[in-house]
Antibody
């Protein structure tokens, strides 16, 4: 079955960088687009970024554009989120999610999330 | 950017009652509207996709309707385990996504 496991979260100072990973299994990773979605403590869900199946197309939320970079390594079945110039407002649980495509059900499968805390 | 507005913010009902949750989009998203359930400490779970299709394993008491800019999630008879926050999500400008602010369902 589909399994997504995020890692790399932790406490980081404002202005520093952090890289998140999402290990995928149970499906043909190289065939699907992938998203990062975050949730600040006690708040709602916020879409962060998406990458196409081949890594050639990437889109970002305005709140992270120019600071975050989404990437993937299809040989390792792994999705990444490189976060730089981190701010307190980036504190959140970060989820990765598989995109089944516009003709299918969308983001059915999510990981359990990894917590990023930006604090001095 | 497509903005989703959910109402009410909180819904407090007794077991067995009918719950009606609303999601309004700032522009038409066709039927590319999904509903998610999130229980405390858990990742969101897909309930409904494409406005009215129940995801695999979702009980029949959950149903969705609407198109264009106005959508509704109905829980026909509330169960205690339905305590959760419910989010709508649009993919009308896929692959970009947007989420609504959420409706918290409380069980009296």
């Amino acid at each position: 079955q589909v399994h997504l496991v995020e890692s790399g979260g932790g406490v980081v100072q404002p202005g520093r960088s952090l890289r998140l990973s999402c290990a995928a299994s149970g499906f043909t990773f190289r065939s699907y687009g992938m998203h990062w979605i975050r949730q600040a403590p006690g708040k709602g869900l916020e879409w962060v970024a998406v990458i196409s199946y081949d890594g050639n197309n990437k889109y970002y939320a305005d709140s992270v554009k120019g600071r975050f970079t989404i990437s993937r390594d299809n040989s390792k079945n792994t999705l990444y989120l490189q976060m730089s110039s981190l701010r307190a407002e980036d504190t959140a649980v970060y989820y990765c999610a598989k995109d089944d495509g516009i003709a299918a059900a969308g983001t059915v499968y999510w990981g359990q999330g990894t917590l990023v805390t930006v604090s001095s | 950017e497509i903005v989703l507005t959910q109402s009410p913010a909180t819904l407090s009902l007794s077991p067995g009652e009918r719950a009606t949750l609303s999601c309004r989009a700032s522009q038409s998203v066709g039927t590319y509207l999904a509903w998610f359930q999130q229980k405390p400490g858990q990742a969101p779970r897909l309930l409904i996709y494409d406005a009215s299709n129940r995801a695999t394993g979702i009980p029949a008491r959950f149903s969705g309707s609407g198109s264009g800019t106005d959508f509704t999630l109905t829980i026909s008879s509330l169960e205690p385990e339905d305590l959760a926050v419910y989010y709508c999500q649009q993919r009308g400008n896929w692959p970009l996504l947007t989420f609504g602010g959420g409706t918290k369902v409380e069980i009296k």
